[in-house]
């Protein structure tokens, strides 16, 4: 890894640490936490207890700070340059001057050791100095690490001690891999498509190496090196978390029942020993105010442990939302991040909402969003819990990351909450349990094909919520105004509780302009249109007959395409994968699986 370090202001925070990135002069890297140039006293710390406390038991650390990114000041105080630092990447460059040979044209293949201080490489033969470009073709692993093609060993098939010119050999129009070579002027030539293929293993093991943490940076690694090309779509995954910024209505409980727990509460198990205890002063005292069946759900939490562990992100959120009444203003507050009111039912019920239980109009929402690591090849978002997995081979953001970038969103959104009892009817029908069959197959494909992932199937209540969800935002976006990208979804499908969060946010300090909110209150309309929508798509048959099937591309889902249900990606929680629109309604094959019916 070379020494030269660009500095640069003119980076987003849209490109985390790792992340490659073409500069009109150079392709470079970012550089990890720890070289991030700024004034740390002068960005803002985001406050998020629910959120700083998970991440920082996921990382293993006892004190973690949120913060904004650094912002793109050309200056700082001091006439001192500040921003983020980048390096250099990767080291081998192609020569911008082709030479036609009689299968095609080649260009030299050179490493930053022979080009000169501006990086030119001086041409031995007509003695001119010649423009370069960095090679798009790199060598990463799933755990991250990244680094150059050793292209003398690649070509030669093996460690060789040949130190004759190298060249970049393309033999066709279409970029095919298999037309385009690595040759050696001793005669030695190579197709990139043998280091495409993992059976071949042609690119070795990975030497663990993690340049964006610093030119010595290395740890060890088992895994075998892929090939990457530096600009594609796979080449970082950011990996983030979120939380809604909502109180979290079960904690005072838990903290009352644990403050009584060894003196009084400790051997409770029904009513009739809570009414005992409550009968002395202390703990009458302490649980005034509180039902009984709040009190037993908290001691059983703090028995088998659930109260001492973190409850998971939309656990928290749905107890509040599912919580909200009509007239409601427990947690109206000026300047606050939460304030919600539910929507009187008459304005909402007919007879496609015999399942709704609840809409929720929120008026006003606070998001917090932090980077935590990244991935390369396949990205790992938060799991239908909005947990982040554990096991996920993520790359860290810097080697001691006491702090982590992350930004906040205030904006508007609609809840809809749907009755228990009528999902599990619906569960139980026939011609449900068989689409749940089918589904279920297309995921077992799919994670044959990705034996490393821990990621599970999430169930049939969540595509049904998480589908009728993109049919809502398509539907809503033709009113509320602002565009489809913006809308964001969180679908709640836990143990019996069931709901969606359509929302939008801005980083903007005043927020949005109420246009969800407004279309919340025409939610029935809303609703009877996107059931509309979906009964037809324009792919049909071929959208609605879809089943998961060996070699599908769309292993994951059932009834979906870019025609009914796929969306902007930055929209979608599970990146337009769990969709199924005969789980919604009937469609043209007629399964029966739909929950509304008409």
């Known amino acids: 890894m070379t020494t030269n370090m660009l500095r640069t202001s003119q980076l987003i925070t849209t490109f985390g640490p790792g992340a490659m990135v073409d500069l009109p002069e150079a392709a470079v890297m970012i550089a990890s936490l720890d ?24 990382l ?115 970029g095919n891999l298999d037309e385009q070579f690595i040759v050696c002027d001793c005669g030695q030539e190579r197709a990139l498509s043998k280091a495409a293929t993992p059976e071949f293993h042609a690119l070795g093991h990975c030497d663990g190496s993690r340049p964006w943490l610093g030119s010595n940076s290395w740890e060890g690694c088992t895994e075998s090196n892929r090939l990457l090309i530096r600009s594609a779509s796979n080449a970082y995954f950011p990996q983030v978390m979120s939380v809604i910024s909502i109180p979290d ?58 109260a001492g562990t973190e409850r998971s992100v939309k656990d928290v959120e749905f107890d509040v939302l599912s919580s909200v009444t009509t007239h409601d203003r427990a947690f109206d507050r000026p300047e606050g991040d939460f304030f919600a009111r539910a929507l009187p039912s008459e304005l909402w019920q007919s007879e496609l909402t015999h399942g709704v239980e609840r809409v929720l109009l929120v008026h006003r929402l606070r998001e917090v969003v932090a980077q935590v690591g990244f991935t390369r090849f396949e990205s790992a978002g938060p799991d239908i819990s909005g ?56 995921f077992e494909l799919w994670h044959n094909d990705h034996p490393q992932s821990n990621r599970q199937f999430p169930g049939l209540p969540y595509i049904l919520l998480h589908s009728l969800s993109h049919l809502l935002m398509n ?55 996107a059931i509309e929508y979906a009964f037809l798509c324009s792919n049909d048959p071929i959208c609605s007959c879809h089943t998961p099937h060996a070699n599908d591309p769309q292993p994951l889902n059932g009834a979906a395409c870019h025609g009914c249900l796929l969306v902007a990606e930055t929209s ?17 094959e007629a399964q029966g699986a739909e929950f509304f019916r008409s």
């Open 572 to 588: 979608c929680e599970q990146r337009n994968e769990f969709l199924d629109r005969a789980l919604v309604v009937r469609t043209v």
């Open 60 to 174: 293993g650390i006892s004190q973690l700070v949120l913060q904004a990114p650094p912002p793109c000041l050309d200056f700082a105080p001091g006439n001192q340059k500040q921003g983020v630092d980048v390096w250099r990447f990767p080291q081998w460059f192609l020569v911008q001057n082709p030479v036609p040979v009689a299968r095609g044209v080649r260009r030299r293949l050179v490493h930053q050791n022979a080009l000169l201080p501006d990086l030119k490489y001086r041409d031995s033969g007509d003695k001119k100095n010649k423009e370069v470009v960095p090679i798009r073709f790199v060598r990463a692993c799933r755990k991250g690490h990244i680094g150059d093609i050793d292209w003398p060993s690649f070509v030669h098939e093996g460690r060789t001690d040949c130190r004759r010119e190298l060249w970049f050999e393309d033999r066709g129009i279409g």
């Open 249 to 306: 209505m079960t904690s005072p409980v838990d903290d009352v029942v644990r403050s009584l727990w060894d003196d009084f509460l400790v051997d409770v198990q029904t009513e009739d020993d809570l009414h005992k205890v409550r009968r002395k002063p202390t703990p009458a005292a302490k649980l005034q105010g509180i039902e009984d069946i709040a009190i037993l759900q908290a001691i059983e939490r703090v028995r088998i442990g659930e």
């Open 35 to 58: 070289y991030w140039r700024y004034d740390r006293s002068r960005l803002p710390i985001i406050l998020e207890s629910r959120l700083t406390a998970k991440l920082a038991r996921h």
């Open 475 to 529: 539907a809503v976006t033709l009113e509320c105004g602002y565009p489809a990208s913006s809308l964001r979804e969180r679908v709640y499908a836990m143990d019996g509780r069931y709901g969606i969060l359509i929302y939008t946010g801005t980083p903007d300090a005043e927020g949005t302009l109420g246009g969800l909110v407004l279309a919340g209150r025409d939610i029935a309309r809303h609703l009877q249109r």
């Open 387 to 442: 947990e982040l997995d554990l096991d996920v081979l993520a790359a860290p953001l810097a080697l001691d990351a006491n702090w982590l970038p992350a930004m906040e969103n205030r904006g508007e959104g609609i809840f809809i909450q749907f009755k228990a009892e009528t999902v599990a009817a619906w569960l139980q029908q026939s011609q449900v349990i068989q689409r749940g069959i089918q589904l279920q197959a297309g």
